[in-house]
């Protein structure tokens, strides 16, 4: 168990893949997988299985995509499914949520989240909140991609984390993946659910090579929104994070276990349903809890963790 | 051929189909012999033993004209080498179910106001008197397949769109049996290819290009009809989607109901260039007068039959006029004069200029129509007494409808130890 879980742990320390020699007759188990061709495994398995899905967003086409997310896309599936637009995100946000209340599957990619904010009414009025307002008439399949957060020395208006902002909207459902594993499974569901969903990557991340095993090659692998995975088991102190910051967590974590203190590493995975259950259940074993993350800290994401623990029936048994 | 549908399941209504007569275009003022038409019932009268009746008891003292042909207003061009034709045909058949409709709109509308002053009905409440002409014409140049999205005065697009005004009203009063269980309100009604009903001022506009790129994907042959008033014709978001409707020549007809006042701002002090039609710069563009019903019919067949034959979006600026301030807690006259008012009423009236039009040309009688007003108003009583009475909706619904197909899941209430049930 223990070396399988060192298997999985951040990319940079990754031990090569285990290849199982052909002979046997075995398909090779676990390969390397940056989050980069996770996703795009995920977007060309979704836009193979589903005629409805479509991908449009700022060089997503012709460009194969800004950060190579969607490299190949257009050649494979032309014109009609991946679409480029002109540089007006609160217009092609829009057209993308109409096209989802007209029955399509959009996935609308933001270049970096911050540009999202130009179309961030499309996202909370007219998808997030519309299903709530026409008493479940009006469905909005949509997810709204792109990286999020810091990037390297891109400057404050190309850094900010949106996790909180879009968290606190209900009727949307916002997910953060870490590795390729997360990413690949995740996209797969999101653009499965038929509801709106915000798809926070991040673009340090993109190049980070991950094991991704067997069952997590195949075209039917999902991961479900909503539940958190304990990265690392231990029984001194609970560490929350999720997206890039998974990998601080497991690097700090292995410089604890040198001095003896053996940290719990859960990666959220979904901000927005928070799998509080989770964080809940490991506080209890540890009774300690840092959350980590990379967005700000006054009404942020570790904010909210630490009111629904403060808030949890057993908080006080805790103590 | 316009024909109020509901979608729903709804016994008191059904599809009104009347025969078209086949007899020759008239002159408009020369009276034509012509087998005799039966009055169209109104759905409440429309039950098997009423229909046979009718055959029996149809008036036999007057002979109506089956149709009539009209002049109507040349309509403004950008962009487009010819326009709509200078004339329509109308049947009798028609003109009664226009005038149904719009009277049926203006009586509602009225309804509002009284039960809003009652405060029956509270919050936000756009009416939508003297627009009638442009949400029944434009229903007329479309089909009911094809789909439509306004802005927040959208109670006569419900109506035209398939929604009874059993629901609209209960919608109002926030009732369970409202169009959206109570949970919407005046700015969000939806029925099938209706996309509401949207607060924010401009951007239903990308959203109806959304729908219509839709239409182009899935090769339906539908259309999309994107409304927005003269307020948001200044809204950056609507310029980047003319761009995108014209780059990927979406089927889309953009329609502006200019009339005259974003909320309190005239539109001298808040357009640079109130040439709306034009506004679209590389999409073609026609502007007409939106208070004749068969002008707003016959620019929006044109403009119909411009998208689906593939060239791209076109606009639409229909000049029209609001009796009502721009919402319940407007008087509407800090703004402009009561004479202004009280001009394009007994000048520019959408229902009177039908009316005038059927009685000159005898097309139906005086009788007639008071009797398609009687049937109206108690319609909208009836509606209005089961919007009162009508039960809210219950407290457990309150978190249902926040995800669509999805398990039961809790929500957190008022305080940490209050949970309440979402379900799909």
Redesign the interface.
């Known amino acids: 168990m223990a070396s399988l879980r060192s298997f999985l742990r951040s990319g940079k320390n990754a031990v090569s893949a285990v290849l199982r020699r052909e002979f046997h007759g075995t398909p090779p188990a676990a390969v390397q997988v940056t989050v980069r061709d996770a996703l795009n495994q995920a977007l060309d398995e979704e836009l193979e299985r589903d005629e409805r899905v ?1 991908l449009l967003g700022e060089e997503v086409a012709q460009y194969d995509g800004a950060y190579k997310v969607s490299r190949g896309l257009w050649k494979k599936y032309g014109d ?1 499914r991946i ?1 480029d ?2 540089i ?1 995100e ?15 599957r959009p996935i609308c990619e933001f270049m970096t989240f911050n540009f999202s904010m130009q179309a961030i ?2 996202v909370i ?2 998808a997030a909140k ?10 909005v ?1 949509i997810v709204f991609r792109g990286p999020n957060g810091a990037s390297a020395g891109v400057a404050a208006q190309h850094s900010q984390c949106f996790a909180a902002w879009y968290g606190h909207c ?2 949307l ?1 916002v997910v953060s993946p870490w590795s390729a594993e997360d990413a690949k499974g995740l996209l797969k569901s999101a653009i499965r659910d ?2 709106p969903v915000v798809f926070l990557e991040n673009e340090l991340m993109y190049g980070v090579p991950f094991e991704m095993s067997e069952e997590a090659q195949s075209k039917d692998f999902l991961l479900p929104i909503g539940k958190a995975k304990i990265e690392r088991q231990g029984n001194h102190v609970t560490l929350v994070s999720h997206s890039r910051m998974v990998s601080l967590c497991l690097d700090a974590a292995a410089v604890l276990a040198k001095e003896g203190i053996e940290c719990e590493v859960i990666n959220m995975r979904t901000i927005r ?1 928070l799998d509080a259950e989770a964080i809940e259940t490991s506080v209890m074993k540890t009774n300690h809890l840092i959350t980590v993350e990379g967005g700000w800290p006054q009404f942020g994401v570790g904010a909210e963790i630490l009111a629904r623990i403060m ?2 029936k057993d908080f006080f048994i805790c103590f | 051929m316009f024909t109020l549908v509901t979608e729903r399941e709804n016994p008191t209504f059904e599809k009104i189909i009347s025969p078209i007569i086949d007899v020759p275009p008239s002159p408009a003022l020369i009276t034509v012999k012509s087998p005799i038409i039966n009055p169209s019932p109104s759905p409440a009268q429309l039950t098997p033993a009423v229909a046979n009746s009718m055959v029996v008891s149809a008036r036999t003292y007057a002979d109506f004209t089956p149709q009539a042909t009209f002049d109507i207003k040349k309509c403004d061009l950008h962009k487009l080498e010819e326009g709509p034709p200078l004339q329509a045909v109308l049947t009798r058949e028609e003109g009664l179910q226009y005038y149904r409709t719009m009277q049926t709109i203006r009586r509602m509308e009225l309804k509002a106001d009284q039960l809003y002053k009652q405060k029956i009905i509270r919050g936000f409440c756009h009416l939508y008197d003297g627009q009638e002409a442009c949400a029944v014409g434009i229903e007329t140049g479309i089909n009911l397949s094809d789909h439509l999205i306004t802005a927040y005065r959208a109670h006569g697009y419900t109506l035209t769109r398939g929604g009874t005004v059993r629901e609209i009203m209960a919608e109002l009063t926030g009732r369970r049996g409202g169009i959206a269980k109570g949970k919407g309100g005046s700015m969000h009604m939806y029925t099938k290819h209706f996309y509401g009903g949207n607060g924010i001022v401009g951007a239903q506009v990308p959203l109806g290009a959304g729908v219509a790129l839709a239409c182009k994907y899935l090769g339906n042959n539908e259309i999309c009809v994107c409304l927005y008033g003269d307020g948001a014709a200044n809204q950056g978001q609507i310029f980047e989607t003319y761009n995108m409707a014209s780059l990927w020549k979406l089927p889309c007809i953009f329609i502006c109901e200019n009339n005259k006042y974003g909320m309190g701002t005239s539109v001298e002090r808040a357009a640079a260039s109130t040439d709306y039609y034009k506004r679209g710069d590389f999409i073609p563009g026609l502007r007409l007068d939106g208070m004749d019903v068969l002008c707003v019919r016959e620019a929006t067949k044109f403009a119909a039959e411009h998208c689906r034959s593939g060239k791209g979006p076109i606009l639409m600026e229909l000049q029209t006029y609001r009796y009502h301030g721009h919402s319940m807690s407007d008087p509407g006259v800090s703004y402009r004069t009561r004479e202004e008012i009280q001009e394009v009423r007994s000048k520019s009236d959408p229902i009177s200029m039908l009316k005038d039009r059927m009685l000159s040309n005898n097309m139906a009688s005086v009788e007639e129509l008071k009797e398609i007003d009687v049937e109206v108003r108690k319609e909208i009583e009836d509606a209005a007494q089961f919007a009162t009475t009508d039960p809210e909706p219950p407290l457990d619904d309150l978190c249902n409808h926040i995800f669509y197909n999805d398990p039961p899941m809790e929500v957190r209430g008022t305080n940490p130890w209050t949970k309440l049930k979402s379900v799909s």
């Open positions: 479509f009609k679409i637009t002109p007006t609160m217009g092609f946000a829009g057209i993308a949520v109409g096209a989802a209340m007209a029955g399509l009414d499309q009025n007219s519309t299903y709530y307002m026409s008493a479940g008439l009006q469905p399949p209900p009727g459902k038929d509801n349903p808030e949890g």
